[in-house]
């Protein structure tokens, strides 16, 4: 099993295909496809605009790409996600400089920022196990893999989905995503997880984590099931909001309710619990919030994430009475599948706390050890106590920050009343993935690249919202002084009280 970086990896030794086994089962398409990718996003750019260009180079990398990764001494392993980055980055310096040289860094930035420097810190906070690496070597390394992992897709998410147009463009984005996996999913739900085993020569995580419930749970070209569960999750609520609040009403000619339904019901059939009560839950939250048009319901939602955290590390919540309900609402072995991981993460935290503020870096040296056998004795589901334990205190806050803050910046831009408005909710949308991906990163460890260009659209945005909103203005003044010139006559008042929304 292969990780995205050192911090990202659900990390169940158990679980992972040893590299020698890993390099003799995969097919020559593997180091194909990585490599001509980069050759292929940088070809995006001659025959789309920079935006779709960016776009369609990491949806269809994330989707279809293997889940593998090739190791460089010194250099990121090539994965989908940093072949695609940096063939995103060549094509925006070859073919868009422009844009990239007008960025300017803001405050906004700074979680990301902290989070790409925070293995550094840890690296350096601790003595490396090998002697021939230097804590300082193993921190830069650290912070070269986090630049292209999460650096670059928020960078490109800041320069090229930071209004309303773009990001509801990459909205759709997520949904055309997920219409493309329907039928992927549905072609493993009936003849067994097996597409990624057929074309690249090997399964990204252990086969019998698809049986579920009778039946397959499909995996298609990601790390596991739970990950298309995610991914289906967020297709069908961005469908479902979009069509329900007339932003898209129909996509190439079909309606959009059909759309939703469709995904809706594939994203069921994904047998993913978690993810089925994240897409129930993110919903509910949306819906409650166009009843009462009030940000309180989305700021309680807010508070979810960090408050399970602050409990869990100081013993005041155990989550007993939530295994209670899992076993009441879905099965006996659901619940203790959830109760095997809390008790894993109250050993994780006593190691975690040993070090609190940088944590123990990397090596696995985080993890719980048997002092007898030499053995690992744990098994780290959860991305957020993976940090705390590698990065502590300080990478966790970063984290936290940059998947939360941009929620927050949106909602102060655009206040809860506005966020069923046709031209907000595509952003509402976006926000409400990033606030379920905290929450799934309390239990899971499945990190996505488009989760990350969101945070950097909204983020940027925050930034560019007066500039744009005096533009609206203009343009609106504008039109009003035609339509007076035109008619000869003082402008409706239904015409005169209309707000832009930019």
């Not at 069908?236 to 007339?246: E, K, P």
């Not at 006996?332 to 190691?351: P, T, V, W």
Request: aromatic share 10%.
């Amino acid at each position: 099993m292969l990780a995205l970086s050192a911090a990202s990896t659900a990390a169940d030794e158990s679980e992972a295909v040893s590299a020698a086994v890993y390099k003799q089962a995969m097919t020559d398409l593997v180091p194909i496809t990585l490599y001509g990718w980069m050759i292929v996003a940088i070809g995006l750019f001659t025959v789309m605009q920079p935006r779709r260009a960016v776009l369609a180079a990491y949806l269809l990398a994330w989707l279809f790409l293997p889940q593998a990764a090739l190791s460089f001494s010194g250099l990121p392993d090539l994965t989908k996600v940093t072949c695609t980055s940096m063939g995103a980055l060549a094509g925006v310096i070859l073919f868009d400089a422009g844009r990239l040289v007008r960025f300017r860094p803001s405050w906004v930035d700074l979680p990301m920022l902290l989070w790409c420097t925070s293995s550094l810190l840890s690296a350096l906070a601790n003595e490396s196990p090998e002697d021939e690496i230097s804590p300082l070597y193993d921190g830069l390394s650290g912070v070269l893999q986090d630049i292209f992992v999460w650096g670059i897709p928020y960078l490109i998410g800041r320069l090229y989905f930071n209004d309303l147009a773009s990001l509801r463009e990459l909205a759709i984005g997520i949904v055309i995503g997920g219409l493309l996996y329907v039928p992927l999913c549905l072609y493993e739900l009936r003849m067994s997880p097996s597409l990624h085993y057929t074309l690249y020569g090997f399964h990204p995580s252990p086969f019998v984590m698809t049986l579920r419930y009778g039946g397959y749970r499909p995996m298609v070209f990601m790390q596991h099931g739970l990950m298309v569960g995610m991914w289906m999750t967020s297709a069908a609520l961005v469908a479902t909001w979009l069509w329900s609040n007339r932003s898209v009403l129909r996509f190439q000619h079909i309606p959009m309710g059909l759309i939703a339904l469709v995904l809706v019901a594939v994203a069921i059939l994904c047998k993913s619990t978690g993810a089925i009560a994240l897409l129930a839950l993110g919903l509910t939250v949306l819906y409650a919030t166009k009843l009462v048009k009030s940000p309180v319901i989305l700021i309680a939602v807010l508070a979810v994430t960090p408050l399970y955290m602050v409990m869990r590390t100081h013993g005041l919540w155990t989550g007993e009475r939530l295994v209670d309900l899992s076993e009441s609402l879905v099965n006996q072995e659901r619940a203790e599948s959830f109760a095997g991981r809390l008790d894993n993460e109250d050993l994780l935290i006593k190691k975690a706390v040993e070090k609190p503020w940088f944590g123990w870096g990397g090596w696995g040296r985080w993890r719980v050890i048997d002092p007898i056998t030499g053995k690992d004795i744990t098994v780290s589901d959860g991305f957020w106590v993976i940090t705390r334990g590698e990065r502590g205190l300080f990478g966790l806050v970063a984290m936290t920050s940059l998947v939360l803050l941009p929620f927050v910046l949106l909602l102060k831009r655009c206040p809860a009343r506005t966020w069923a408005h046709p031209a907000v909710a595509p952003a509402a949308a976006l926000a409400m993935l990033l606030m379920l991906w905290s929450i799934d990163n309390l239990f899971n460890a499945m990190i996505n690249p488009i989760y990350v260009l969101a945070a950097g659209g909204l983020s940027g945005f925050y930034i560019a919202f007066p500039h744009l909103r005096a533009r609206a203005s203009q343009t609106r003044a504008a039109l009003l002084y035609r339509y007076q010139q035109s008619h000869q006559a003082p402008v409706p008042q239904a015409f005169e009280g209309v707000n832009a929304i930019t």
